[in-house]
């Protein structure tokens, strides 16, 4: 009995590894996207951030505004390409691909999770992206190596947390332009209603409230920890939090993904 | 270009092998209900025996896909039951998954890939491990004839070339029972022959079982040992092509024939006497139908095979020759699958078209 169930364990590893492998695949054959993608980070922190920067009093003084929205700007960007993989599943069942492979023998937990590390790929190039960026611009961030690999660690979480949430609403929506909309109505609150560009300090009170229940708010609460004031303290609740997330939106992803082609 | 020229009969010898005593597949009162009340399948009873290539033909919104998906584990039935391959999907999903393969009606394959990567993706996911996998893919890129392009993605294939991929990478896990909703859709007259060679080959090799959907009439003619019409959702009538085609009537054959006596000494007839009732041999398998006789035009013949073969016309003109009958003109008419098609679809089809509820397209759209 033990064993077998170690077997089905490995089987369902292996799955989500290979669905993963697909996904990283397609990645590097077109790789100039993630250039691309890199884009919008960049033109936020080069753009955005500079121009902010001259306005005093929105951040605490010992930080400049570029310190403080770059752990900010990598979680949006993280959650902008993660809440796209809904979409992509939409569009897979489309096609006959996601019939497909729902055929399979791989359990669907392995599918949503193998389609979630792809995002996590994706959202480690990001986060290299802006150390370069800050690199070149001078933003002093923590780049020790055991601080970049906690970066890391939040980001994988934070791409898994939001591709599975994006996988679980998909099937709710019947078009993939209605998927592509519903994305945007929920990727921009989160970003908004989320400490990634303004502190919670100086958010109304009702904003305060709803970004307590935001899983980006902890996200970038732990990276800009990591990268940036050294306060360690909560982020084994951040962590928490997230972990929470993600198991509530893996289950229903994997719920809406046998759903979806029905 | 060899496989053109194939003789046709070469199924014939590897049909012999299908013993028809184990069901792999099995459906009772099959039905599915989409909401809010589309009844796509309705109360299907149908058994598929081991090692068959069986068809499921029918116009479209007829339940085929519905069906095959049904079997596949991919909706649940809203009511009745199935079996596959021993199995309950309902209850042993991924048993049922790891024995089947399958070749959606829709793209499949991922344009992303390469097609290589795709027959690799497909192995991996199946559990099929190096170095068994390795030899696998080649082996199917070979036959499929996609080697030359197997590092391309396949994003830049032709529709024909990604039909190809999509039905090696149903192979590529050697499924017990192959699932095949309109396998040669898009593939010119060569490819197809490639195809149905290749299922041919993979039946003779690993009693592989082949439930396909087609609109391919000649497909279906070639390929399959049973095949089954379906219509609104029923299955209107279930046999063997050859059978069916024999239900709608059989090859007629119409000769002219001219005693041969009848230039010369009229009072000499040898052959035979017009009001003698011709009785074939026995053999032939066939029986006269209709016959006349006109002094301008001579004596006409009509008549019916129950059993066609290549040889029927030579004998039949042999034996009135040797009657010493001289056999002024012949003509042979077969009917195809499609007459069964018409018949039998659409009769059902003009029934439900009656119907206030039939909200499916019509016959003749797909038949463009
Ligand atoms: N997901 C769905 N939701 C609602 N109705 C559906 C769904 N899929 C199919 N149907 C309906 O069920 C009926 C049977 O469809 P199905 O796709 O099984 O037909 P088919 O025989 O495969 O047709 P075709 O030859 O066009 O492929 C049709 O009336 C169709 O509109
Ligand atoms: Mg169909």
Redesign the interface.
Known sequence: MRANSIIENA?FL??AV??A??EA??IL??SSELWIRAIQPALWLLVFGEALSKVRGIVPQNFTYLQFISAGILAQSVLFIAIFYGVTLVWER????L?????????RISIVLGKSLAASIRGIFQATIIFGISLILGININLDPLNVAGVYCVVVLLSMCFSTMSMAIASLAKTRERMMGLSQVITFPLFFASNAIYPSAIMPEWLRLVSTVNPLTYGVNALRAIMLTGRYAMIPTDIAVLALYLTLFIALATISISRI?? | MALLDTPLSFRAVERGNVVRNNLVVEMHALTKIYPPSTKAVDSLDLGIYEGEIFGLLGPNGAGKSTTIKMLLTLIPPTSGSIIVNGMDPRNQQTQVRRVVGYVPQEVSVDGDLTGFENLLISAKLYGVKDPERSSRISLLLKQFNLESRANELVKRYSGGMMRKLEIAQALVSQPRILFMDEPTIGLDPVAKREVWRQILELRMTMGMTVFLSTHDMGEADFLCDRIAIMNAGRIVIVGEPGKLKQAVGGTVVRLRLRSRTDAGDKSQVVGLKVQQSIRLPSDLNAKVINESHSESEGREISIAFDKWSDDALPSIIRYFEGCGEEVLAVNASTPGLDDVFLKYAGLRLEEAEKRPTAGRRSFRSHAR
Request: no cysteine.
């Open positions: 089987a292996g799955a290979t669905i492998e697909a695949r397609k054959h077109a489309d096609l006959g691909l019939s497909r492979l729902l055929a399979s023998p791989a359990p082609i029905r």
